[in-house]
């Protein structure tokens, strides 16, 4: 369980890192999936461009309009936000279960977007709150909505010579209320499904799913089904009603049915 | 009640002294196997088959990478040890595959570099010519026997046909990964003026490691030196020598460069044997007033690609065990132990018990269901009352209160069964007799200078706190504190031959050679002493010595375990809502750690119930080679866990101790899955009981 050899760049800024990135580099933010992933030589990149040096991606800013995360602000800063955890509750709901706290130290919010995971929390609560996820290129910079950014497992819409800098959060509406419900083999183990609700008033809707299929998923059906005055019940089973295999079907229309009535509670 | 104890409590036997060795492992004073560092070492991969079964055409090593393969080793493959009444092929496992691999993780060839890391890198670049062959993966389809064993007594087919009532019932437990914290390893150093062979290996004692490699390498055992550092854990896994380990030695006397070998945790996922792996199809034969008049089982043991020395001996003992805590003298048990396309099992906590005590006691209850008697009522009527008691299979209970035990799981548990819309609710029970000690055990005392008393024992830990159980029964003995006493383990040019730590053996057999050899010393200085004081004494004897050999046939500890789970309906999640462990292990010398060892074997007995399986897909591949594919409970998964003992002394041992380091993992997957089937209203399911499992139960 050691690396294939690889070339190592540790650049100081942004600036210095867009030039570097090709198809066979990796980017190295917290490292909590990558470095397994190169230990047991399943990644094999010619070049690891390590980011941590990036001081100005370490960031979290909301000044009365959205949230501004940056790509390297790492999950444990997420989750001991005050701001995060009275105007964006699903986020502080959802990185607490991320892996185990030591995890958190390390692993960065940008990490785990880029990374996409299709077990993982953090995706799938960006869904639910319609977050924007800003890229940057040597070519210039480049705006993805969470629906079209998650392409499949461990694929995104980020290209490889980009490098994704900011998530940005929406605003919530007042009153708006956030569930949070995941089931997992053990406490810190990878989900193996889960769900994510805001439910607000004047029918703000989103209930995303992970563990359901190849990408996080949102349901419109849900959505406006809530909006239009459904109970939980109901709008859980459209939720899920896409879910391949009859108990992670079953699995996911129960949590999802607990995460919006947490939103609704 | 049975409760007297075969010694004395002294000051300390008896009293919940706390780990004298934890300060040291928790500042990190430890030296495993991957501390040591041997100047001009060289670094180990092993090139390992990725086919669960092939044949090899031939191996091409680019040139400028140092592998070394079988055709450069002079050795034997690894031996195999017997079963009493059974026979075991000569399937013993190649130090390095010849021109066949029989699972995925079998060590091929092994590679040389600078670090582990270029090792690793060169190791790659070895290519091997493999023809796959079709894999071989359920036992029953195997047509290959490596072990068979097969005992009757009395009229069984008499007692079936005459029965009132016959219950069968079929049961499985999958394969389990040991993984303990510190994985496998071996570092090797050949001094060539002095012909002497030293090997450094992480393991549960000195001097098998010593007797296997002596056998594998050819040479004698007083040209090798066996040292075993502090240990990060076993499970049994390190019982038997590995062949990784024997390839390290032979290796450093061939190419006369010192090597080590440690092991990643994927090798030991793919590579370490593994335990369990057994089904069994059991009936029994009930009269008309709930008595089991007759036990008939058939058990399939999948055995892997080849005999680790040890790999046979759990087969035996579930065998062994197959009439549990009943009274019936009628039984027809039958083990067939099939080659399949895997890493080889072995023995791992419990070791064949878990087994015996999973298939008796989920027919047992069965039987209960079908029969329309209560449970527990049903065991009342068959629990074997009077020791020693000799089982139709042939070993003898020496010691034990079974009805005692049901009693105390019975009341401490609180039984409970039912539920509502959201979940249902279920009780069980699985009680276990199990066969600890045996062989022999070795302990030299000696007085030092100062005064203080070193103890050598032939008994190594990894874990079980030897250093303070031992020094508690040599401080009472000697009328000295815990300080006064020196513990020294694991090195085989120090310390007497012992046989080693495993089959929950340490204390029966290790503690009574202590104190045997503690009392052998206290005469001589007492011989010498003319009334004067230890320190004085030592003053002018110090170098006094003393030695014993301690030998005894097996001990039985027995238990009672009782469980209480919630099944999710709308999930199948499961909850262990309580357990309960009753454990008569005879005299305890430190009930502190005997709940440490009841606690622990319980979470893994608990981590079989819930999330541990060491699967293989269609093709042979492991699927749980890191933790993403294999789950390990935590602390948050674990049930409080009601702990009682029951003391009935062995009569066998000048302690009156049993074993207690394997009790948990043998009784908690009977009680749970009993619990389970009671919430289920009578479905068969195996463990793990997964979500999916029981949801799919449900309905």
């Given at each position: 369980m050691?690396?294939?050899?690889?070339?190592?760049?540790?650049?100081?800024?942004?600036?210095?890192?867009?030039?570097?990135?090709?198809?066979?580099?990796?980017?190295?933010?917290?490292?909590?999936?990558?470095?397994?992933?190169?230990?047991?030589?399943?990644?094999?990149?010619?070049?690891?461009?390590?980011?941590?040096?990036?001081?100005?991606?370490?960031?979290?800013?909301?000044?009365?309009?959205?949230?501004?995360?940056?790509?390297?602000?790492?999950?444990?800063?997420?989750?001991?936000?005050?701001?995060?955890?009275?105007?964006?509750?699903?986020?502080?709901?959802?990185?607490?279960?991320?892996?185990?706290?030591?995890?958190?130290?390390?692993?960065?919010?940008?990490?785990?977007?880029?990374?996409?995971?299709?077990?993982?929390?953090?995706?799938?609560?960006?869904?639910?709150?319609?977050?924007?996820?800003?890229?940057?290129?040597?070519?210039?910079?480049?705006?993805?909505?969470?629906?079209?950014?998650?392409?499949?497992?461990?694929?995104?819409?980020?290209?490889?010579?980009?490098?994704?800098?900011?998530?940005?959060?929406?605003?919530?509406?007042?009153?708006?209320?956030?569930?949070?419900?995941?089931?997992?083999?053990?406490?810190?183990?990878?989900?193996?499904?889960?769900?994510?609700?805001?439910?607000?008033?004047?029918?703000?809707?989103?209930?995303?799913?992970?563990?359901?299929?190849?990408?996080?998923?949102?349901?419109?059906?849900?959505?406006?089904?809530?909006?239009?005055?459904?109970?939980?019940?109901?709008?859980?089973?459209?939720?899920?009603?896409?879910?391949?295999?009859?108990?992670?079907?079953?699995?996911?229309?129960?949590?999802?049915?607990?995460?919006?009535?947490?939103?609704?509670? | 009640?049975?409760?007297?104890?075969?010694?004395?409590?002294?000051?300390?036997?008896?009293?919940?002294?706390?780990?004298?060795?934890?300060?040291?492992?928790?500042?990190?004073?430890?030296?495993?196997?991957?501390?040591?560092?041997?100047?001009?070492?060289?670094?180990?991969a092993f090139?390992r088959?990725?086919?669960?079964?092939?044949?090899?055409?031939?191996?091409?090593?680019?040139?400028?990478?140092?592998?070394?393969?079988?055709?450069?080793?002079?050795?034997?493959?690894?031996?195999?040890?017997?079963?009493?009444?059974?026979?075991?092929?000569?399937?013993?496992?190649?130090?390095?595959?010849?021109?066949?691999?029989?699972?995925?993780g079998?060590p091929?060839?092994?590679?040389?570099?600078?670090?582990?890391?270029?090792?690793?890198?060169?190791?790659?670049?070895?290519?091997?010519?493999?023809?796959?062959?079709?894999?071989?993966?359920?036992?029953?389809?195997?047509?290959?026997?490596?072990?068979?064993?097969?005992?009757?007594?009395?009229?069984?087919?008499?007692?079936?046909?005459?029965?009132?009532?016959?219950?069968?019932?079929?049961?499985?437990?999958?394969?389990?990964?040991?993984?303990?914290?510190?994985p496998r390893g071996?570092?090797?150093?050949?001094?060539?003026?002095?012909?002497?062979?030293?090997?450094?290996?992480?393991?549960?004692?000195?001097?098998?490691?010593?007797?296997?490699?002596?056998?594998?390498?050819?040479?004698?055992?007083?040209?090798?030196?066996?040292?075993?550092?502090?240990?990060?854990?076993?499970?049994?896994?390190?019982?038997?020598?590995?062949?990784e380990?024997?390839?390290?030695?032979?290796?450093?006397?061939?190419?006369?460069?010192?090597?080590?070998w440690a092991e990643d945790r994927e090798e030991n996922f793919v590579a370490s044997?593994?335990?369990?792996?057994?089904?069994?199809?059991?009936?029994?034969?009930?009269?008309?007033?709930?008595?089991?008049?007759?036990?008939?089982?058939?058990?399939?043991?999948?055995?892997?690609?080849?005999?680790?020395?040890?790999?046979?001996?759990?087969?035996?003992?579930?065998?062994?065990?197959?009439?549990?805590?009943?009274?019936?003298?009628?039984?027809?048990?039958?083990?067939?132990?099939?080659?399949?396309?895997?890493?080889?099992?072995?023995?791992?906590?419990?070791?064949?018990?878990?087994?015996?005590?999973?298939?008796?006691?989920?027919?047992?209850?069965?039987?209960?269901?079908?029969?329309?008697?209560?449970?527990?009522?049903?065991?009342?009527?068959?629990?074997?009352?009077?020791?020693?008691?000799?089982?139709?299979?042939?070993?003898?209970?020496?010691?034990?209160?079974?009805?005692?035990?049901?009693?105390?799981?019975?009341?401490?548990?609180?039984?409970?069964?039912?539920?509502?819309?959201?979940?249902?609710?279920?009780?069980?029970?699985?009680?276990?007799?199990?066969?600890?000690?045996?062989?022999?055990?070795?302990?030299?005392?000696?007085?030092?200078?100062?005064?203080?008393?070193?103890?050598?024992?032939?008994?190594?830990?990894?874990?079980?706190?030897?250093?303070?159980?031992?020094?508690?029964?040599?401080?009472?003995?000697?009328?000295?504190?815990?300080?006064?006493?020196?513990?020294?383990?694991?090195?085989?040019?120090?310390?007497?031959?012992?046989?080693?730590?495993?089959?929950?053996?340490?204390?029966?057999?290790?503690?009574?050679?202590?104190?045997?050899?503690?009392?052998?010393?206290?005469?001589?200085?007492?011989?010498?002493?003319?009334?004067?004081?230890?320190?004085?004494?030592?003053?002018?004897?110090?170098?006094?010595?003393?030695?014993?050999?301690?030998?005894?046939?097996?001990?039985?500890?027995?238990?009672?375990?009782?469980?209480?789970?919630?099944?999710?309906?709308?999930?199948?999640?499961?909850?262990?809502?309580?357990?309960?462990?009753?454990?008569?292990?005879?005299?305890?010398?430190?009930?502190?750690?005997?709940?440490?060892?009841?606690?622990?074997?319980?979470?893994?007995?608990?981590?079989?119930?819930?999330?541990?399986?060491?699967?293989?897909?269609?093709?042979?591949?492991?699927?749980?080679a890191?933790?993403?594919?294999?789950?390990?409970?935590?602390?948050?998964?674990?049930?409080?866990?009601?702990?009682?003992?029951?003391?009935?002394?062995?009569?066998?041992?000048?302690?009156?101790?049993?074993?207690?380091?394997?009790?948990?993992?043998?009784?908690?997957?009977?009680?749970?899955?009993?619990?389970?089937?009671?919430?289920?209203?009578?479905?068969?399911?195996?463990?793990?009981?997964?979500?999916?499992?029981?949801?799919?139960?449900?309905?």
């Open positions: 050691k690396p294939a050899p690889f070339d190592y760049r540790a650049p100081a800024s942004v600036e210095e890192t867009l030039p570097l990135l090709e198809l066979d580099t990796a980017v190295l933010a917290g490292g909590q999936s990558l470095v397994p992933l190169l230990n047991l030589r399943l990644a094999r990149p010619e070049v690891v461009v390590d980011i941590n040096g990036l001081a100005e991606l370490d960031y979290l800013r909301a000044d009365g309009g959205p949230l501004r995360i940056g790509a390297m602000t790492r999950q444990v800063t997420l989750e001991r936000s005050e701001p995060v955890r009275r105007g964006w509750p699903l986020l502080h709901k959802a990185v607490r279960l991320v892996g185990h706290r030591q995890i958190r130290s390390r692993g960065t919010v940008g990490g785990s977007v880029a990374h996409a995971d299709p077990a993982a929390e953090l995706p799938a609560a960006l869904l639910a709150l319609d977050a924007t996820l800003h890229m940057r290129s040597t070519g210039g910079a480049r705006r993805v909505a969470a629906s079209e950014f998650f392409l499949g497992p461990l694929y995104t819409a980020r290209e490889p010579d980009e490098l994704l800098v900011e998530i940005e959060v929406p605003g919530q509406p007042d009153g708006a209320g956030a569930g949070f419900a995941e089931y997992a083999r053990t406490h810190g183990d990878f989900a193996t499904a889960g769900a994510a609700a805001v439910v607000g008033p004047g029918g703000h809707a989103g209930i995303a799913l992970f563990g359901a299929g190849p990408v996080p998923v949102r349901s419109e059906a849900a959505d406006q089904a809530l909006a239009s005055g459904a109970g939980a019940r109901e709008a859980a089973e459209l939720a899920a009603r896409e879910v391949e295999g009859e108990h992670r079907r079953a699995l996911c229309t129960e949590l999802a049915r607990r995460a919006i009535e947490e939103a609704m509670a | 009640m049975g409760t007297e104890a075969g010694l004395s409590a002294g000051r300390l036997v008896g009293r919940p002294v706390r780990r004298r060795e934890d300060d040291r492992i928790l500042r990190g004073g430890t030296r495993y196997l991957d501390d040591i560092d041997l100047p001009g070492a060289a670094h180990v090139v088959s990725p086919f669960a079964h092939a044949r090899i055409g031939g191996i091409e090593v680019p040139d400028g990478i140092a592998a070394i393969t079988a055709a450069d080793l002079d050795v034997s493959d690894l031996p195999v040890q017997g079963i009493e009444g059974g026979e075991v092929s000569a399937d013993g496992h190649p130090v390095l595959a010849g021109d066949e691999v029989r699972y995925a079998q091929v060839a092994m590679v040389l570099a600078e670090s582990r890391a270029l090792a690793e890198d060169a190791a790659e670049l070895v290519e091997v010519d493999y023809e796959p062959l079709d894999p071989v993966l359920d036992a029953r389809r195997s047509d290959v026997t490596m072990s068979r064993w097969h005992r009757v007594s009395g009229d069984v087919e008499g007692a079936f046909e005459s029965a009132a009532h016959v219950v069968r019932a079929s049961h499985s437990l999958p394969r389990l990964a040991p993984v303990p914290m510190e071996a570092i090797a150093s050949f001094d060539a003026a002095e012909d002497l062979l030293t090997v450094w290996v992480s393991a549960q004692d000195s001097h098998r490691q010593l007797a296997g490699l002596a056998r594998v390498l050819g040479r004698p055992e007083d040209s090798i030196h066996v040292i075993v550092p502090d240990v990060g854990g076993a499970f049994g896994s390190k019982g038997a020598p590995a062949p380990t024997m390839a390290v030695a032979a290796a450093a006397l061939a190419t006369g460069r010192p090597l080590k044997y593994q335990g369990r792996g057994m089904e069994a199809e059991v009936e029994l034969a009930f009269d008309g007033d709930g008595r089991i008049l007759a036990v008939r089982a058939r058990i399939w043991a999948d055995l892997g690609g080849y005999l680790m020395p040890t790999t046979a001996i759990p087969t035996h003992t579930t065998a062994m065990l197959m009439c549990g805590v009943y009274d019936v003298q009628t039984a027809d048990v039958q083990v067939h132990g099939r080659r399949t396309n895997k890493v080889p099992t072995g023995p791992y906590r419990g070791a064949g018990r878990p087994e015996a005590a999973y298939f008796l006691e989920c027919t047992v209850d069965v039987a209960a269901r079908e029969l329309g008697i209560d449970p527990l009522e049903l065991r009342r009527r068959n629990l074997i009352r009077e020791l020693p008691y000799k089982t139709a299979l042939g070993w003898t209970y020496d010691s034990g209160d079974y009805a005692r035990c049901l009693d105390l799981a019975e009341e401490l548990v609180r039984p409970e069964r039912g539920g509502d819309a959201e979940r249902v609710v279920g009780t069980g029970f699985g009680m276990y007799v199990e066969r600890a000690g045996g062989q022999f055990e070795t302990a030299e005392a000696e007085l030092l200078r100062d005064g203080r008393v070193l103890v050598r024992s032939g008994s190594s830990p990894h874990g079980q706190g030897h250093d303070t159980t031992f020094a508690q029964l040599a401080a009472d003995r000697l009328g000295v504190t815990l300080e006064d006493v020196e513990l020294r383990f694991g090195d085989s040019k120090e310390v007497p031959r012992g046989v080693g730590t495993f089959a929950s053996r340490s204390v029966a057999m290790g503690g009574s050679a202590v104190i045997q050899a503690v009392d052998a010393l206290k005469e001589k200085i007492e011989a010498v002493a003319a009334g004067r004081g230890l320190r004085e004494v030592a003053a002018r004897h110090a170098g006094l010595r003393a030695a014993a050999r301690f030998e005894s046939d097996l001990v039985f500890s027995s238990g009672a375990y009782g469980a209480v789970v919630e099944i999710e309906r709308s999930t199948g999640r499961l909850t262990v809502l309580r357990l309960v462990a009753v454990d008569d292990a005879g005299t305890i010398v430190n009930p502190l750690l005997a709940e440490g060892q009841v606690i622990g074997g319980t979470a893994q007995g608990l981590g079989q119930c819930l999330v541990e399986e060491a699967a293989y897909d269609d093709e042979g591949n492991p699927t749980f890191s933790f993403v594919g294999y789950s390990l409970l935590t602390a948050a998964e674990m049930p409080g866990v009601i702990a009682e003992f029951v003391e009935t002394a062995s009569p066998l041992n000048p302690l009156g101790a049993k074993g207690i380091g394997e009790a948990g993992a043998i009784g908690t997957p009977a009680a749970v899955a009993n619990a389970v089937a009671d919430a289920l209203g009578g479905a068969g399911v195996d463990p793990p009981f997964t979500a999916e499992k029981l949801w799919r139960a449900l309905g």
